[in-house]
Structures are given as C-alpha cells and as structure tokens.
C-alpha cells in the first residue's frame, strides 16, 4: 500500500502486444505500444548488483476491462488463486485472471477510495476505505458490506490477517490500531502507541502479534491480540519514512524504509537491521516475499528489488505504463502482481 553504482541497466526487448475487450486505457507516449493496446508484454533482463546476476523476468501489464480512471490502487491473491484489487478513483473492487480478464464491483459508499484489501479467515476479501472511514468486506460472487469506524476521518490504510482469526487495521489519522471480526464487530487500540506516530502498514508476524509500521513515529510497532503494544525505534534511520511491512521466509519482519533507500529487518524480539534497497539510488515502496525472498517496489519507478534473507539485492527493470506502482504481492505461483495507478493497468511479472 509512502516512501555502488552498478552495470548500466540491461536492455528492454518488447516482444509483443495483444489487444483485449473491455475499454482498455491507452498508452500516451510509449514508443511502439499502440494507443489503446489491452496490454503489453516484455522481457526484462536482470541487472547485476554486487556481481550476483538475477535469471531474466516476463512481465504484461493489461488494461482491458479496468474503467477510466480507476486507478487501481492495493492488490492481494484471493480464494483459487484469483487476484483482487483495489480502483482507489473508481470506488470499485475488481479480480483479475491470470490471462488478464477483469471483473469490476461497484456497490461502495461515495468517494469512498478504498485502499488495502486482504483474503479474510472466512474466505471473503476485507478491505480498508479511505475516505469512507469504513473496513469493507466483498465475497467472491460480489456482495458487498461496509461497517462505519467510531473514530471519524480515522483514514483506515492497510488491513492484514491476525492469528486469532480476526482482521487488524491500522487508522492514520486516529493513531490507533483496529480490529474487525468476520461478523464486523469493531474494537480500537490506541494505548502505548506514540502521539501523532501515523500507523501506516501492517502485517501479521510469525509469533502471533500484528506488525505495524510508524511514519511519522519512526518506529515499528508490536501489538498482541489482546491490544497491548510495543514500539521499536532502536537501529532505523532518521526521518526514513517507515512503510510497507511484510512477515519474511525467515522469521522475521521486512519493511521498506522509503526516504533511507533501505530495507529493514526486524526480529521479533525487536532486534533491528538495515540494508541498501537498490545499488542506484531509489525508494522502496510496497514489499511481499515470493520464492524465498524479498520483492519490493520503486517509487522512482520502472524496477523491482529482490532481496534474499542475507540482505543481498539485485533489481529487475519492469516496464510499465505510469511513473509507478502503488502495491506489490504475490500470486498463486510464486509471481508477482502490481497496481499502477497512474497508468491505469495491473502488471503481472514472472520471476
């Protein structure tokens, strides 16, 4: 869901375009890729960092389907292995298939820019609104139900599973950490978070707590199911504008440190390290692990990060029709799914 040189980057082969149904966006531009094209597709070599060399990526970014202006915005695998995202301008939810194709669901409150989503305990997708100051809650078929916050203009921003079968949210504007259950019973905690900290991002951790991130605090958070919260600050970078946050494959919490230009590696007993992001200057975005590693995006654009648990990285070019992307995760197989809102399509990379 804020923010060594190296060998020149490795060339860009575009290999094809295909058209799609639906109203596709277009391209504006963007040498050789038809206005109006469904999607583009390519191949993109790795970049060496640090000698280790990264096998070559596919990656497609399709259009077809996704109305005007949506701009999608969060992203996440949901029940059989279908994606769901976020349209933050659209006040929609859509899914996607892995050849592209894109249903959208409409049925939000007005100007509601819905933001994060997750697959909930109960098999439906739990997102959070924005601007509503709602948690929405979609069921594979396309039900939608919204339940208020108590706090107004809250701004809820990230959403993830806890390990007592409820959903936990963090509130920007509030201060506060939530938690929903499935039947959208809402409880707030605020109790030892720091004043004005900005919880942003979340994620559930390994040992059973919630995970948060603090971008006006500096800090990273812990919270127990019961509420009960420790703050971490102890190693980070001043002012590194603490984002994304993810459970890694080795135990411990990975979170993308967008002004430091770092990854952060938190253990759970609170034990924090930083590494480089990118050989080149950048800003690590969202982060999600797949294939055994860290795979994070960049604010600058036009590249992905991977990352391996020993904190060595490498980068990928990735192209794409906006100057960014908003969210990263990983699909069924072990591939990677972007937002782009800006250009208005999802990118599907295969590592």
Known sequence: MMRLPIAPAAALLLVGFVGCGGSPTGVPGMPGVPTGAGTRSAVASANLTLGVPEPASTSIEFFGGISGAAAPRGITKGPAGIMWFTESNGDR???????????EFSGLSPNASPNNIVEGPDGNLWFVELNAN??????????????????????????AVGSDGNLWFTEYNANVVGRITTAG????????????????????????????????????????????????ASGLTPSAALVDIVAGPDGNLWFAENNADTIGRITTSGAIRQFKAFANPGHPGSITTAKGALWYTDSLGNRLGRMSTTGQSTQISVPYAGPNVADIAQGPNGDLWLTDPVGNGIIHVTP
């Open 93 to 103: 939810i859509a899914r996607i298939t892995a050849n592209g194709v894109v249903t």
């Open 185 to 232: 019973v809402v409880t707030q905690f605020s109790k030892g978070i720091t004043a004005n900290a900005g919880p942003r991002d979340i994620a559930a951790g390994p040992d059973g707590n919630l995970w948060f991130t603090e971008l006006k605090a500096n800090k990273i958070g812990r919270i127990t199911t019961a509420g009960v919260v420790t703050e971490f």
């Open 134 to 159: 709602r948690i929405g809650r979609i069921t594979p078929r396309g039900a939608i139900s919204e339940f208020p916050l108590g706090t107004p203009s809250s701004a809820p921003f990230d959403i």
